[in-house]
């Protein structure tokens, strides 16, 4: 099965084109999606009209080798390694998530575009661990990691619009590997459902971006970079300067009048348990 390219068996019924059509379509509702979201939110205009404002309240200049550095920062960091996570499953399950979309997703391109089955014999390969890593990560983010069943108690089968992308993701890569195996192992009736089933997640993950957390994966990059800069050039999106109770003066200014005789580490602080109480 995970050597096997399914969509090779699936040309016997239904056309290349119409396979690379489909694909070409996604692709569109994404791009088009994405912008549409831009436009209804004014994110990009908000973007740069903050990205200016930050501009007129630094206090240093940031030169374009020092800005060079923070997008090599930003992309080691944020983008490659999901660093802004500060819980470690939580980063875990969503580099597993991240990494066995895109495996998933290049993978599923390459075999699609490369028939009658011209593409690389380890492709399948990588199209089906892509899903069960996308499935790892994302039925572990949804049963115990997120903060509506981990912290608040809700039950894992509440859904909430906020929960439109991780369900049609994980149900798209689901649904694959089912219909893989059935096809596998020759089950005709229940091969087409499960295929049919698969198409219909996958259409809702792809074109559903203007009201789902798809569009995530191209604003935060920009995001995790514009907050670097305006730490780099002290702006700090307007907020003070983090007090460091070594020196003197902060420890002598008013809001910090009553740490003054307090001990230099004051431990754990609420980052002592997780949030299990309510
Ligand atoms: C293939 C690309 C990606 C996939 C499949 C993916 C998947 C996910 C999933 C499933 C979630 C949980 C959503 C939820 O709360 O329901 C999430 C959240 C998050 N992702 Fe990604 N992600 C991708 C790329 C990125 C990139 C490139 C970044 C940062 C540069 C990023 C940063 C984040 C952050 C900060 C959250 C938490 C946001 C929140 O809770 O609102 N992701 N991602």
């Given at each position: 099965m995970i050597s096997s390219n399914p969509f090779a068996d699936l040309s016997t019924v239904i056309p290349n084109y119409i396979m690379q059509g489909y694909v070409v379509a996604m692709f569109i509702m994404v791009i088009g999606g994405t912008i549409l979201d831009m436009i209804h939110k004014r994110s990009a205009q908000y973007f740069f009209a903050n990205s200016k404002k930050a501009k007129a309240a630094a206090v240093r200049e940031v030169g374009a080798g020092a800005k060079a550095s923070i997008a090599a920062k930003t992309v080691a960091n944020?983008?490659?390694?999901?660093?802004?996570?500060?819980n470690t499953r939580r980063r875990l399950s969503h580099l597993f998530t991240m990494y066995g979309f895109i495996l998933f997703l290049v993978s599923t391109v390459n075999m699609i575009f490369s028939l009658?089955?011209?593409?690389?014999?380890?492709m399948p390969m990588l199209w089906h661990l892509g899903a069960l890593m996308v499935c790892f990560g994302g039925y572990w983010f949804w049963f115990?990691?997120?903060?509506?069943?981990?912290?608040?108690?809700?039950?894992?089968?509440?859904?909430?619009?906020?929960?439109m992308f991780v369900v049609s993701l994980i149900l798209t890569t689901t649904f694959a590997l089912i219909w893989s195996a059935l096809q596998s192992a020759g089950v005709a009736g229940w091969q087409t459902l499960a295929f049919i089933a698969f198409i219909a997640s996958s259409t809702f993950l792809f074109s559903t971006v203007l009201w789902s957390k798809f569009a995530h994966m191209f604003f935060k990059p920009a995001a995790a970079y514009q907050k670097r800069v305006t730490k780099a050039d002290g702006s700090r999106e307007n907020l003070p300067e983090m007090a460091d109770r070594t020196s003197a003066a902060d420890r002598n200014r008013h809001s910090m009048e009553l740490l003054k005789?307090?001990?230099l580490d004051m431990g754990k602080g609420i980052s002592r348990e997780a949030p299990r109480h309510y």
């Open positions: 944020e983008i490659l390694t999901s660093g802004e996570f500060q009658p089955d011209a593409a690389a014999s380890y115990f990691i997120r903060v509506d069943v981990s912290a608040e108690g809700n039950p894992w089968y509440r859904l909430v619009r906020a929960d005789d307090a001990p």
